[in-house]
């Protein structure tokens, strides 16, 4: 697979996959209590203007659809946002995205994290290229923990965004297939991100039922 990254010297970058892994199986209950102040805001979000599709009415920020060429500040300089951080306001954002279609919250699995966290890892790296290559082997362990025969994973790249972790929501918003995946009845997710020296992050959320 060409890498995403080839041609981009002065252009953001953003690239993402999504997939499902169905084997059947029971749902688990999930907890609002990570959510804190975000439900409220969601609640006192004023209305959006009507969108051709009912699904693009979540947006995390009224922005255009768009990646922006890089500008060079301190705040997106190598380093200078924390992973955790990134990785909280991701899994945020699926849920915020979740509640607004009338969807359960889903739990936060920290060994789902690790395991999505070591695939970013790995990808910014180049150890493995950005792909769904071995998903079935991170998600199997934790299927099987819960009883539950179905998972997926999402990922996403992107550089130069002022807003990484929103800059990836918005993308998986904007495809059909991500979407599917985050609205699926899952009970749990991790969210895993790294990245690379020259300040591209990649991201991987792992789900379960």
């Known amino acids: 697979m060409r890498k995403p990254w080839k041609n981009a010297s002065r252009a953001a970058l953003a690239l993402t996959i999504g997939s499902i892994a169905t084997f059947a199986g029971t749902p688990a209950p999930a907890s609002e209590a990570d959510l804190g102040p975000y439900f409220e805001r969601l609640r006192t979000a004023p209305p959006r203007a009507a969108a051709a599709r009912p699904s693009d009415a979540y947006r995390p920020m009224a922005a255009p659809q768009t990646y922006q060429r890089p500008v060079h500040r301190a705040a ?33 699995h920290g060994g789902l994290a690790g395991t999505a966290r070591a695939h970013s890892s790995a990808m910014a790296s180049g150890a493995a290229p950005v792909s769904h290559d ?76």
């Not at 909280?88 to 979740?98: D, G, Q």
């Not at 599917?180 to 969210?191: F, H, K, L, T």
């Open 134 to 209: 071995g998903m079935r082997e991170r998600l199997m362990p934790y299927m099987g923990s819960y009883g539950s025969r179905a998972g997926g994973e999402i990922l996403a790249y992107n550089r130069g965004a002022g807003d990484p972790a929103q800059a990836a929501m918005r993308s998986w918003i904007n495809s059909y297939r991500h979407k599917d995946v985050i609205e699926e009845d899952y009970a749990s997710m991790g969210v895993g991100v790294a990245q690379r020296p020259d300040g591209a992050y990649y991201f991987t959320v792992l789900f379960v039922r």
């Open 76 to 108: 997106y300089t190598t380093g200078t946002l924390d992973i955790a951080t990134l990785e909280r306001t991701v899994f945020t954002h699926i849920n915020l995205y979740r509640l607004s279609k009338g969807m359960r919250p889903l739990a936060e």
